[in-house]
């Protein structure tokens, strides 16, 4: 039985070919986005779970309040927090520390010579690093870390700097780039490369010097695994007691120190974060690796469900359509003796066949697409969902649904009717079932348009971020990184200072460098360096909290090109004055309690250096605010100061040369002198400032290609539609060109009931477009305002693309001979 079953639907399948190509296609299409687009979901939501405690698993987010408001939203906290926790709480497990390192890494060959590398993904921690977290080792034991001065690197980074020879015993040397501290360990084990779904990524873990830590500055990721059974918000709710007892010793701890003061202990709040929830629903200040975001990946899975659900739409549509095409075959077979319940199975054996080769050839589809597909979404994406038994069963589900769904309503339409009536050409298309397909058609159309909205915004915002005024002029902006060696040796001396002199005045004598400026940290990177300071503005009175402190060069104002709004910009002699000068921007202003500007100016803000001495540093003006940070935050409060040589981590200069290579090549050549023993790493500051949206690039890449799919899917079932709507109209058409009809009038005929669908499929789309468009823009301090062109445009669009789809087969109709039509059967 299954044999002639599958005879019979090849031999339908074959003489409908045009429709089989089209339905096909459709849902292979469908079926195709829908798994690219779950491959990502489930890579973005796979994310630190290769760790075997990943449930218990939970990172200690630090956060601090001032006068109610919070201030800070930290993912580090003081570094006594975890040793603290684990001796007071039988319910941690276990503990490790994480500070994150960038600075100069060399490494001593066998022939003497030296390698050198600037690193960026350097970790500081406690020897239970790789007894908490699950990184396989391919050298070594989860005991690497146990003695000091040693350290874990990975596979990559010891091909990198031990070539064809072994790596375990070689000595690797740190000099940190912010504060010039010199690290030498020995390595003592290497393990696999990090995975991609790993939100802490690493090439060196160097072993942490294992005390208890101290209560001043919140410098660590702390991370701690909770035993078998402990309920975490029971746990997190113990937090707070657990600070209050610690207070005493915070305040004793900090009488020495320059973070924080004693009004701020009782407004600091620690709360619990799993390590799985952190890639895509955390967007804390300073997180240790960029994360993603969950309301994207829910996005996306309303597309994936959408497109997959048009293609099925396209299917039910175009075979309800062909209902009375077949409603002679099945009089005929239901008069030989054909039973209803053969003919359901046989048009579910039918469905089944297309389904199968449509998903045969969105596998195919896939298998092409995957490696572009991954480029577009910036993350390495292998097919493995087959290995993932939920999303097999849930997948065979759909599948299931997908076949019954779209074949037993026009089975049981055609098995339904008597063969006399059939037979007798009595049977015709009801207006339940014409109503059914336009309403399907509206669905199709409206979750088009909407796409077609969306897409729209998406691009829009994207490119108002990367484009829109920030307050300060980036262009033709080189940055060269600061050498690290030389500051680790010479901080404290003159030598230093004088290559840093020599260095910005001959780069400034340099007719291809406009301007030369240096500063502790650049545009486009978290400000790290933070402390505290107290006003007394008239408006608020005493009001201390913590605030970003930039260290600049006395040119950094003038060469950005960033407004002054009160007072005086530094200059040279700003050093020689008899109380420290400092600038704030507008956001500042506002923190500190001022009224305005100009009422800020002259007023004494204290803070505290590094013994604990108060001092008083005057506020000689203010600048306007500019975006030092992306358009998705708002403007950051900042403390600018003069740089001393030893805090400047990044040199900008400002080119006007046209030919950038060689400019680059000039500016080489002077750090090679001046530092022989640095390496030069460079790198354009617009650049670097858009990485920043990275994540909406791609989101917009894969929305559009997504959008793109969905589009063409509702196009093609059109394009079926049309020609099945053609065929059965074939002699009305053949009798009005008879009576006088012009082809614009039979184009016209067709087209306008699917013109009118399109128009209520807008009318649907608006609102859903406006609501869900509103929801994602609501993530962005600094967003587009909606227009009526982001509405009409996609509108538009759809009616073109109906005309495009519809044309061609109802002018074919239009001038086909008459005679041909009108004949008999």
Not at 51 to 77: D, F
Not at 185 to 205: E, R
Not at 406 to 426: F, H, N, R, T
Not at 759 to 783: D, H, M, V
Request: net charge positive.
């Amino acid at each position: 039985m299954i044999k002639i079953h599958f005879k019979i639907a090849w031999r339908i399948l074959m003489r409908q070919k045009t429709f089989s190509l089209v339905n096909i296609l459709g849902l292979a299409i469908g079926m195709a986005a829908c798994l690219l687009i779950v491959q990502y979901i489930s890579f973005e939501r796979s994310y630190d779970n290769f760790h075997v405690n990943a449930n218990r698993i939970y990172r200690i987010k630090h956060q601090n309040y001032s006068q109610g408001n919070l201030i800070e939203n930290l993912p580090r906290t003081y570094s006594a927090v975890g040793p603290a926790l684990k001796s007071q709480f039988p319910e941690v497990q276990e503990m490790t520390r994480i500070v994150k390192m960038t600075g100069l890494t060399t490494a001593r060959q066998p022939n003497g010579s030296l390698v050198a590398f600037n690193e960026k993904s350097i970790y500081v921690a406690d020897p239970s690093f790789l007894r908490l977290f699950s990184f396989p080792m391919k050298e070594g034991s989860p005991g690497a870390l146990q003695n000091p001065n040693t350290v874990v690197i990975t596979a990559a980074t010891a091909k990198k700097y031990f070539p064809n020879q072994e790596a375990i015993g070689k000595t690797i040397n740190l000099q940190e780039q912010n504060s010039g501290t010199n690290i030498t360990a020995t390595v003592t084990g290497i393990c696999k490369n990090v995975p991609a779904n790993s939100q802490l990524q690493f090439d060196f873990v160097f072993s942490g010097d294992q005390k208890a830590g101290n209560w001043s500055y919140p410098d660590s990721y702390t991370y701690i695994q909770l035993s078998p059974n402990t309920n975490p918000k029971a746990f997190e709710a113990k937090l707070s007691a657990f600070l209050k007892s610690s207070i005493s010793l915070i305040s004793k701890t900090n009488n020495n120190s320059n973070t924080q003061g004693k009004s701020d202990l009782n407004n600091i709040s620690l709360t619990l974060q799993p390590l799985r929830d952190i890639h895509l629903y955390s967007n804390l200040t300073d997180e240790i690796s960029p994360g993603g975001n969950g309301s994207m990946v829910w996005y996306l899975g309303i597309i994936a469900a959408l497109i997959l659900i048009i293609a099925y739409v396209n299917y039910l549509n175009l075979t309800t359509a062909k209902v009375m095409e077949r409603a002679k075959e099945v009089g005929v077979r239901k008069v030989l003796g054909s039973q209803r319940a053969q003919l359901i199975k046989q048009f579910l054996f039918e469905s089944f066949l297309l389904n199968i080769i449509s998903l045969a050839t969105a596998a195919f589809i896939v298998s092409l697409a995957m490696p572009w597909f991954s480029k577009l979404c910036g993350v390495d994406l292998n097919f493995d969902l087959w290995k993932n038994l939920s999303f097999l069963a849930a997948f065979i589900t759909i599948l299931a649904a997908g076949v019954l769904l779209s074949a037993i309503y026009p089975a049981l339409i055609l098995s339904s009717y008597k063969p006399v009536q059939v037979l007798k050409g009595k049977f015709m298309n009801s207006a339940q079932r014409i109503t059914l397909r336009k309403a399907l058609v509206v669905f199709q159309f409206a979750a088009t348009i909407t796409f077609m909205i969306g897409t729209l915004v998406v691009y829009r915002q994207v490119n108002y971020m990367k484009n829109q005024n920030k307050g300060m002029n980036m262009k033709q902006t080189l940055i060269v990184v600061a050498p690290q060696n030389v500051r680790a040796t010479d901080l404290d001396n003159l030598k230093y200072r004088a290559k840093d002199s020599t260095f910005q005045t001959e780069l400034s004598l340099n007719p291809q460098v406009q301007s030369i400026t240096s500063s502790s940290s650049i545009p486009g990177q978290i400000i790290d360096y933070i402390m505290a300071y107290t006003s007394h503005a008239q408006m608020a009175g005493e009001k201390s909290l913590r605030l970003s402190t930039f260290e600049i060069g006395s040119k950094f104002i003038d060469q950005f090109g960033i407004k002054l709004v009160a007072g005086d910009k530094f200059t040279a002699d700003s050093w020689n004055r008899k109380t420290p000068a400092m600038m704030l921007n507008e956001a500042a202003v506002t923190s500190l309690g001022f009224k305005n500007a100009k009422e800020a100016i002259g007023k004494l803000v204290e803070t505290k250096n590094g013994r604990g001495r108060v001092f008083q540093n005057e506020i000689v003006g203010v600048i306007q605010n500019f975006h030092q940070m992306s358009l998705k935050d708002d403007f950051t409060p900042i403390v600018f100061r003069l740089s001393d040589p030893g805090s400047i981590t990044h040199y900008e200069l400002k080119l006007k040369s046209s030919n950038i290579p060689q400019a680059i090549a000039q500016v080489e050549k002077t750090y090679k002198r001046t530092y022989p023993e640095s390496a030069f790493e460079y790198f354009f500051l617009d650049d670097f400032f858009n990485q920043q949206y990275n994540a909406e690039q791609h989101f917009g890449q894969v929305f559009t290609l997504f959008s793109g799919f969905a589009v063409f899917v509702a196009c093609l079932g059109l394009f079926g539609l049309t020609l099945t709507t053609i065929t059965q109209r074939i002699k009305e058409i053949g009798i009005r060109k008879v009576l006088g009809a012009s082809v614009a009038n039979i184009l016209l005929l067709i087209s306008k009931d699917f013109i009118g669908l399109i128009a209520t499929a807008a009318i649907i789309a608006f609102p859903l477009a406006y609501w869900g468009s509103n929801q994602w823009l609501q993530g962005y301090k600094f967003r587009i305002h909606f227009d009526a062109w982001y509405f009409i445009l996609p509108v538009l669009a759809a009616f073109l693309l109906t005309a495009i789809t519809i044309s061609y087969q109802s002018i074919r109709a239009a001038i086909a001979n008459p005679v041909r039509s009108l004949k008999t059967e």
